[in-house]
T-cell receptor, first 110, second 112 residues
Framework: KNEVEQSPQNLTAQEGEFITINCSYSVGISALHWLQQHPGGGIVSLFM?????KKHGRLIATINIQEKHSSLHITASHPRDSAVYIC????????????WGAGTKLIIKP | DGGITQSPKYLFRKEGQNVTLSCEQN?????MYWYRQDPGQGLRLIYY???????QKGDIAEGYSVSREKKESFPLTVTSAQKNPTAFYLC???????????FGPGTRLTVL
């Protein structure tokens, strides 16, 4: 069964700072997911990537398949980026299941 | 308006009562999921369904039951056998195992 670990668990930064959240997994995968959970509880899919890098606005996700590691970067961070960021990788008894990281709680101070 | 609907947003029940949480989707996705989230914790899989009339237990299925009679609907029943049912319940869908997962807005269940 895949194991997914995220770091840091909590991150507080000032507005404008460059943010990096890390995710590592133990078993080779086809794709890794990054999601965002808003303070109200809603979850939004940010990226699903299997190689290289993807960019959406100020968010950038990278993955190194050989090292079993992915990073989520936020450039020019803003208080509205404050949320929990979660990575997930395929695993479990079926390839339909995802193994979820514990999440990184990000707070951006104005 | 496409998406995943969960109702109600907040639900209160007395201890010992069964309660059914609704999840409806019009994304035409084959796979549907139920997750539980406790305060400050990550997601835990309760049940999932890859296709109509089929479903599998997740990591914490005890005290829960589901049905998948229609592609668009995957209701979750929290039974009186669930020892600590108060939690945030999230429904999700995917087209297939290689696709993104999309989430509904969630239902906060409080058992008094």
């Amino acid at each position: 069964k895949n194991e997914v670990e995220q770091s840091p668990q909590n991150l507080t930064a000032q507005e404008g700072e460059f943010i990096t959240i890390n995710c590592s997994y133990s078993v080779g995968i086809s794709a890794l997911h990054w999601l965002q959970q808003h303070p109200g509880g809603g979850i939004v899919s940010l990226f699903m990537l299997s190689s290289g890098k993807k960019k959406h606005g100020r968010l950038i996700a990278t993955i190194n398949i050989q090292e079993k590691h992915s990073s989520l970067h936020i450039t020019a961070s803003h208080p509205r980026d404050s949320a929990v960021y979660i990575c997930a990788a395929p695993g479990g008894d079926s390839n339909y299941q995802l193994i979820w990281g514990a999440g990184t709680k990000l707070i951006i101070k104005p | 308006d496409g998406g995943i609907t969960q109702s109600p947003k907040y639900l209160f029940r007395k201890e010992g009562q069964n309660v059914t949480l609704s999840c409806e989707q019009n994304l035409n996705h084959d796979a549907m999921y139920w997750y539980r989230q406790d305060p400050g914790q990550g997601l835990r899989l309760i049940y999932y369904s890859q296709i109509v009339n089929d479903f599998q237990k997740g990591d914490i299925a005890e005290g829960y039951s589901v049905s998948r009679e229609k592609k668009e609907s995957f209701p979750l029943t929290v039974t009186s056998a669930q020892k600590n049912p108060t939690a945030f319940y999230l429904c999700a869908t995917r087209q297939g195992a290689e696709d993104e997962q999309f989430f509904g807005p969630g239902t906060r269940l409080t058992v008094l």
